[in-house]
């Protein structure tokens, strides 16, 4: 080591065959092939995204929903041969709901 370089701090550890392929495999991707430098700035500069997917369960449950109408919808419709106002309109609520879902999951993301 360089005495300039002011590190003096020693750092070890281990990781399995798995971990390590990952690594070699992301350090790949960013075209580089220092160990040392690449473990050092992901320490300092990389970061952690967890992401709360509470929101995307919500969707898809409404999702599910408008789908379950949609099916008894038509299958009324099939019986019946009638497609009545209410329907339409549930349908129609049913959509803006999604795509106000959607465009607020969409609003978090681009916040990230």
Excluded: H
Excluded at 4 to 11: C, D, F, I, S
Excluded at 67 to 72: A, L, R, T
Aim: hydrophobic content about 40%; charged content about 25%.
């Amino acid at each position: 080591m360089r005495k300039n370089e002011g590190r003096t701090v020693g750092l070890f550890t281990k990781v399995s065959p798995a971990e390590k392929a990952v690594i070699d495999q992301k350090m790949a991707l960013l075209g580089t092939m220092n160990l040392r430098a690449y473990l050092r700035k992901m320490a300092v500069d990389g970061y952690v995204v967890q992401l709360d997917l509470s929101s995307v369960a919500e969707l898809v449950k409404l999702l599910r929903s408008v789908s379950s109408n949609v099916n008894q919808i038509a299958r009324r419709c099939n019986e019946t041969r009638n497609l009545y106002a209410q329907d339409v309109e549930d349908l129609r609520r049913g959509y803006t709901e999604v795509w106000q879902g959607i465009t607020n999951l969409l609003k978090k993301f681009e916040s990230l």
